[in-house]
């Protein structure tokens, strides 16, 4: 049964820290030119959630998306959960959101992605139904309507910048210009308003965009911060 939370991602992620009886560790394996996860995680002020954290760096030494990097950084993801070992850790993310709807190499056993997150966060809040935004290009972007729908998410829309690469560089008036180009309807028709992707700051836009939209909206980033906080305030689905 879904436990009955505050509306807003802000102020349900707040409610599940304050609920915490425990201390969580989570190790975050991060893609190497991503600084946004560990800006925004480091401003939710969690109290009882400690993120480790090890960098991935992909045998392409590229960042932009594209197959050479998902393959690298899951390739690279045993040799950082290696480097994590000696700590007592809840959890492992691999905190890339295209990486868990793309194919490479198998995932270390154990690994979950920020997709898995984001899927685990809409099934938190019973949402079925979502709009989605991305900075990727247009077609990775579908392949994660794809990627949505596979898993029992419908997704009514959804818009990209259609950049492969630069997304820390995106500002919080792109992001919410991005936003107004999703079809009025189907916004209206959807449960909550999804901003993937780790790598870009969505996080001074939510409170705004909920605020304007009147629905919830779920970023990969606050996906791994939901994911951790349910974890130790032991919220079951």
């Known amino acids: 049964m879904l436990q009955q939370l505050p509306d807003g991602t802000l102020a349900t ?39 480790h954290h090890a960098r991935l760096v992909p045998a392409s030494r590229t960042t932009a998306v594209d197959a050479s990097f998902w393959h690298g950084l899951r390739e690279a993801s045993a040799q950082a959960m290696d480097s994590l070992s000696h700590i007592s850790l809840d959890t492992v993310v691999l905190a890339c959101t295209s990486a868990g709807f793309t194919d490479g ?3 270390p056993s154990g690994l979950v992605t920020a997709f898995d997150a984001l899927l685990q ?25 794809v990627a ?11 818009v990209s910048l259609g950049l492969d690469d630069g997304y820390a560089q995106v500002t ?15 916004v209206e028709s959807a449960d909550t308003i999804v901003l993937s992707c780790t790598g870009w700051h969505t996080l001074p836009v939510v409170s705004e965009l909920e605020r ?21 305030a032991g919220v079951a689905s």
Not at 172 to 186: F, H, N, R, Y
Not at 212 to 228: C, D, G, M, Q
Request: aromatic share 4%; charged share 20%.
């Open 121 to 145: 966060a809409l099934a938190e809040a019973a949402a079925r139904r979502i709009v989605l935004v991305t900075p990727y290009p247009a077609p990775v972007t579908a392949a994660e309507a």
């Open 13 to 51: 992620l707040a409610a599940l820290d304050a609920a915490a009886d425990r201390t969580l560790r989570t190790g975050l394996l991060l893609p190497w030119a991503n600084v946004a996860v560990e800006t925004e995680l480091s401003r939710l002020g969690l109290r009882h959630t400690v993120f």
């Open 212 to 232: 304007r939209l009147r629905k919830p909206v779920f970023s990969s980033n606050l996906a791994i911060a939901l994911l951790a906080a349910r974890a130790c």
């Open 172 to 186: 919080p008036d792109q992001v919410l210009g991005l936003v107004q180009q999703l079809p009025k309807e189907a």
């Open 105 to 107: 190499p198998p995932l």
């Open 148 to 158: 949505l729908s596979e898993a029992g998410v419908e997704v009514l829309a959804y």
